[in-house]
């Protein structure tokens, strides 16, 4: 079968451009404009900052691999949170707000671009993993499964912090458009994990049954994946119409032409994702005979 003709490496140095300038971007609007994240806060608005900004990083950035992986900081700036609180006595959240206020535009405006950068540098889809990961295959595998297994956990915390938000607020939950792709999202992509957990790695099934698993298995990859991609625009276009709604910005200003901005970028990031996934690494355009083993 043949598929589109592209340079592998150039290819990648675009999608990690743009998961960096999507990350900066989630960041800048969460919080410069948005005020900034909390788990536990009297200002609700900034428990709901965390959704959006764990839905992007798990699904659309995290659900893939690195060289250096979010997870590795995230673990370490709580690992120090922790240490702080128990020093303090501070509660976590309320550092964790501290530390992104003292990392924000207020302190210096160009740190938080570079902690994006620091962050998401060198980000690939996970469905990448088995071309851009090297060493073995079974080491390939597992580096696959544990990336999507912390996407999946972040984007859980995700869906957390929006449920916390409606209900501290008096909000219907699972009412919009939105929240149902979301739902859709997160339930089908525990299965596609679960079912590659349990047919690919352990227990393991049969030859037979794993090459029979597998087309489908990478064909809900790139679906759930494309499915992220229009759950995030839609979720950017609904939290927009709100703010518009509420004449908390208005149609041109700033803020509003960052999230459409945001929108534009997530989509042609999910374009430019797919195309890699189907790019094959070889000069001809063929998908390598082993690629199905």
């Known amino acids: 079968m043949a598929v589109p003709v592209i340079k592998f490496p ?3 140095m675009l999608v990690r451009l743009m998961g960096v300038t999507v990350a900066a971007l989630v960041l800048t609007w969460t919080v410069h404009y948005r005020g900034g994240l909390a788990l536990v806060s009297d200002n609700k608005d900034l428990i709901f900052n965390v ?6 990083i798990g699904l659309v950035l995290l659900n893939g691999e690195g060289k250096y992986p979010f997870c590795a900081l995230l673990a370490l700036v709580l690992c120090v949170c922790r240490c702080v609180e128990w020093a ?4 976590e959240s309320e550092l964790l707000l501290v530390m992104f206020e003292s990392w924000g ?8 671009m570079n902690l994006s950068c620091l962050v998401i540098y060198e980000f690939e889809p996970a ?5 851009t990961v090297s060493g073995t295959k079974s080491f390939k595998k597992l ?3 544990t990336l999507q297994c912390l996407a999946l956990c972040l984007s859980l915390i995700g869906l957390w912090a929006a449920l916390k938000f409606h209900n501290d607020k008096g909000i219907d939950n699972f009412y919009s458009l939105h929240s149902w792709l979301g739902l859709a999202c997160l339930i089908l992509f525990a299965i596609q994990w679960a079912a590659g957990f349990v047919t690919f790695w352990y227990p393991g099934g049969s030859r037979n049954s794993r090459a029979t698993l597998l087309p489908w298995h990478v064909f809900f990859g790139v679906y759930i994946y494309a499915l992220a991609v229009v759950t995030a625009t839609t979720g950017i276009l609904e ?9 908390v910005i ?4 700033a803020e509003a032409l960052l999230v459409n901005s945001l929108g534009i970028l997530i989509i042609v990031l999910g374009g430019f994702v797919v195309l890699a996934t189907i790019t094959s690494l070889n000069s001809k355009g063929d998908i390598p005979r082993n690629a199905t083993e």
């Open 10 to 12: 150039t290819l990648m």
């Open 51 to 56: 959704h959006p900004v764990l839905m992007a």
């Open 88 to 91: 303090l006595k501070m509660p």
């Open 105 to 112: 535009f207020k302190c210096c405006q160009w740190h938080e």
């Open 127 to 131: 469905m990448l993993a088995y071309k």
């Open 143 to 145: 580096v696959h499964l």
């Open 239 to 247: 939290k927009a119409t709100f703010l518009q709604t509420n004449k």
């Open 250 to 253: 208005s149609h041109y200003s």
